[in-house]
Each structure stands twice: as structure tokens, then as C-alpha cells.
């Protein structure tokens, strides 16, 4: 096996903008994260959805007539 060939894994506490802090190892002694677990929208249920051109409506609008 080839000498100093893989960085240095380090056990660090990632830090989210939220807040929340998780146990998780990478090749970087620090770890800021946008996401987690605790605030994405999928893990959350809390879906937002930005329409500010009004395509959710005319779309709900154009196949709600055919049902």
C-alpha cells in the first residue's frame, strides 16, 4: 500500500445554519453546513414553494377542470 497517499480523516462536530450540531467525519478538521436533517424541507414536511410567476395556479387551474 502505497505512504501518504489518503488525506487525514478527522472526527469533527458539523455545524449547521440552523444551529444544529451532528458527529460526522471528514477530511476537514472544520465543518459548516447550509442543510441538515433538522431543516430541509424533505425531512421536515414543511414544503415552500416560490411561484412568484403564478405556474403552481395555472397549473392547478388547467387540470383541475378535467377531473
Given at each position: 500500500m502505497k505512504k501518504n497517499l489518503h488525506p487525514e480523516a478527522f472526527e469533527v462536530k458539523a455545524i449547521c445554519a440552523c444551529g444544529n450540531t451532528f458527529d460526522t467525519v471528514s477530511t476537514e478538521?472544520?465543518?459548516r453546513v447550509t442543510l441538515c436533517s433538522a431543516c430541509h424541507p424533505y425531512?421536515?414536511?414543511?414544503?415552500?414553494?416560490?411561484?412568484?410567476?403564478?405556474?403552481?395556479?395555472?397549473?392547478?387551474?388547467?387540470?383541475?377542470?378535467?377531473?
Open positions: 478538521s472544520n465543518l425531512f421536515t414536511g414543511q414544503v415552500k414553494f416560490v411561484d412568484t410567476a403564478g405556474r403552481i395556479e395555472r397549473f392547478k387551474d388547467k387540470y383541475s377542470k378535467k377531473a
